[in-house]
T-cell receptor, first 114, second 109 residues
């Protein structure tokens, strides 16, 4: 089954404790992206990747890191989480980032930082 | 800058037609897509316009006018299950994708 998977689905952590949210897709998609969703603010892009070893900042990259060493995986790293990073996070992928626009979203990761 | 604007909420009755508008800033704009999201769920792709005009997919249609920096999503024969949030999303050159803040659609019996 074609899908985007994220882990964990729910995470409660404390300020400053490094964490990684994994994202994997099995569709051989080139484009992958991370978003955060907060009430009233819609979906905001954190980072995106047009292909392996190519990553770019989205609208809200501060406090986040990403890497794209393999085509299928695009982990999101919070080196020192803070309470303002409490949010619902979505990973998404699409065939390319230049015209094939159907983005497939993962189920989401609800992160709480205390 | 890169931003999109859409109404925060729309209400309509079952069986009716509703239009959700989206305006955007033009600099470097590539095309417009639409997503649906039910409470607690992941967004799902509905439609995409790279060129001016109307794209139809079943009960859903989407329209783009580059000259007016404007697009809309049209939902026909509304059903209760269409109650959800709808997002327009613009792709800018280089691959950056910007979402509007979302329109919450309530379908009443």
């Amino acid at each position: 089954e074609a899908q985007v998977t994220q882990n964990p689905r729910y995470l409660i952590t404390v300020t400053g404790k490094k964490l990684t949210v994994t994202c994997s897709q099995n569709m051989n998609h080139e484009y992958m992206s991370w978003y955060r969703q907060d009430p009233g603010l819609g979906l905001r892009q954190i980072y995106y990747s047009m292909n392996v070893e190519v990553t770019d900042k989205g609208d809200v990259p501060e406090g986040y890191k990403v890497s794209r060493k393999e085509k299928r995986n695009f982990p999101l790293i919070l080196e020192s989480p803070s309470p303002n990073q409490t949010s619902l996070y979505f990973c998404a992928s699409s065939l390319t980032g230049q015209g094939d626009w159907e983005q497939y979203f993962g189920p989401g990761t609800r992160l709480t930082v205390t | 800058g890169q931003s999109l604007e859409q109404p925060s909420e729309v209400t309509a009755v079952e069986g009716a037609i509703v239009q959700i508008n989206c305006t955007y800033q033009t600099s470097g704009f590539y095309g417009l897509s639409w997503y649906q999201q039910h409470d607690g769920g992941a967004p799902t792709f509905l439609s995409y316009n790279a060129l001016d005009g109307l794209e139809e997919t079943g009960r859903f249609s989407s329209f783009l006018s580059r000259s007016d920096s404007y697009g809309y999503l049209l939902l026909q024969e509304l059903q209760m299950k269409d109650s959800a949030s709808y997002f327009c999303a613009g792709l800018w050159q280089g691959g950056k994708l910007i979402f509007g803040q979302g329109t919450e659609l309530s379908v009443k019996p």
